[in-house]
């Protein structure tokens, strides 16, 4: 299994729509989630961290559910400008001295709003 | 403010030719440094990464090599590229000590024929 796992997409939505996606991760002790956006050929931003209890930016609401593995990002009210890839990132766990810690990015969800 | 820059910001490269790109930050002291490479499909990939000058870690055996000279500047090297290494090359910071929010530098878009 993979350590990081999202659908590549393209999910096509419609102006004003509501979407959401989700990832997973394999190791059981992760302890933190963030999404990322990357528009094309351009370098990836960070769009939010994931917090246990949920949280929300705005139209961006992010959810943690630790039983399952899983992670979601939820966009209300679409806008053209939502379109781009949406990395789903995961912190690993200490591998090595020197507070180095790694991130692992998924492959992204590809997001197309269309007017 | 702190920024990140990455030069050249496009490269084509013959097959057996050395690689060298380099990243600088400002605005911060001793950052975590990272280079990250994203093939055409795939996700980022750890290459490397620094906690300090002279200190490199390397994620995964290959033909690339990293240095960090100076606090705020890191190289990405190789004395022959091969195809493989295609791919778009990205440099990032986050502060010492974390990994959380990491900073992207524009990126390099390097084809090696």
């Known amino acids: 299994r993979k350590e990081v796992e999202q659908d590549p997409g393209p999910f096509n939505v419609p102006e004003g729509a509501t979407v959401a996606f989700n990832c997973t991760y394999s190791n059981s002790a992760s302890q933190s989630f963030f999404w990322y956006r990357q528009d094309c050929r351009k370098e990836p931003k960070l769009l939010m961290s994931?917090?246990?209890s949920g949280n929300e930016d705005g139209r961006f609401t992010a959810q943690l559910n630790r039983a399952s593995q899983y992670i979601s990002l939820l966009i209300r009210d679409s806008k053209l400008s939502d379109s781009a890839t949406y990395l789903c990132?995961?912190?690993?766990?200490?591998?090595?001295?020197?507070?180095?810690?790694?991130?692992?990015f998924g492959k992204g969800t590809h997001l197309i709003i269309q007017p | 403010s702190q920024t990140i820059h990455q030069w050249p910001a496009t490269l084509v490269q013959p097959v057996g030719s050395p690689l060298s790109l380099e990243c600088t930050v400002e605005?911060?002291?001793?950052?975590?440094l990272y280079w990250y490479r994203q093939a055409a499909g795939r996700g980022l990939q750890l290459l490397f990464y620094s906690v300090g000058i002279g200190q490199i870690s390397s994620e995964v055996p290959q033909n690339l090599s990293a240095s960090r000279p100076q606090d705020r500047q890191f190289i990405l090297s190789s004395k022959k590229l091969l195809l493989s290494d295609s791919g778009f090359y990205l440099c990032?910071?986050?502060?010492?000590?974390?990994?959380?929010?990491?900073?992207f530098g524009p990126g390099t878009r390097l084809l090696v024929l």
């Open positions: 990132v995961v912190k690993r766990s200490m591998y090595s001295g020197g507070g180095a810690d790694g991130l692992t």
């Open positions: 605005g911060t002291s001793n950052p975590n």
């Open positions: 990032a910071w986050s502060v010492f000590g974390t990994v959380e929010t990491q900073y």
């Open positions: 994931v917090y246990s």
